[in-house]
Nanobody, 125 residues
Framework: QVQLVESGGGLVQAGGSLRLSCAAS????????MGWFRQAPGKERESVAA????????LYADSVKGRFTISRDDAKNSVYLQMNGLKPEDTAIYYC??????????????????WGQGTQVTVSS
């Protein structure tokens, strides 16, 4: 049974930082690329960042480039999203997802195989 469990969300003031974690179980973690997505109230889900199965390739949405960093720790079956310089428009539910051995990191949510339940991030102005 595949499980992705996010943690680390919360309430933070604009300009602050949060580190999201996603722990995977039930999968051979090194066979999966990982991604972070978010969905704000009344908006469509959008991709935030992605990392390929080896960690050699990363992608970021333009809106978070230079502020967010995705990383993975295969020994802990975990992927992380370090978020710095948070803005009120970053407020959303953040989801991690796993995609089986893509060619590279991918921001296409439709190809992801497994999804977590999400963690709320709220940035106050």
């Amino acid at each position: 049974q595949v499980q992705l469990v996010e943690s680390g969300g919360g309430l933070v003031q604009a300009g602050g930082s949060l580190r999201l974690s996603c722990a995977a179980s039930g999968v051979t973690f090194t066979s999966y690329g990982m991604g972070w997505f978010r969905q704000a109230p009344g908006k469509e889900r959008e991709s935030v960042a992605a990392i390929n199965w080896s960690g050699s390739s990363t992608l970021y949405a333009d809106s978070v480039k230079g502020r967010f960093t995705i990383s993975r720790d295969d020994a802990k079956n975990s992927v992380y999203l370090q978020m710095n310089g948070l803005k009120p428009e970053d407020t959303a539910i953040y989801y991690c997802a796993a995609v089986y051995r893509p060619v590279g990191a991918t921001m296409r949510g439709s190809v992801y195989n497994y999804w977590g339940q999400g963690t709320q991030v709220t940035v106050s102005s």
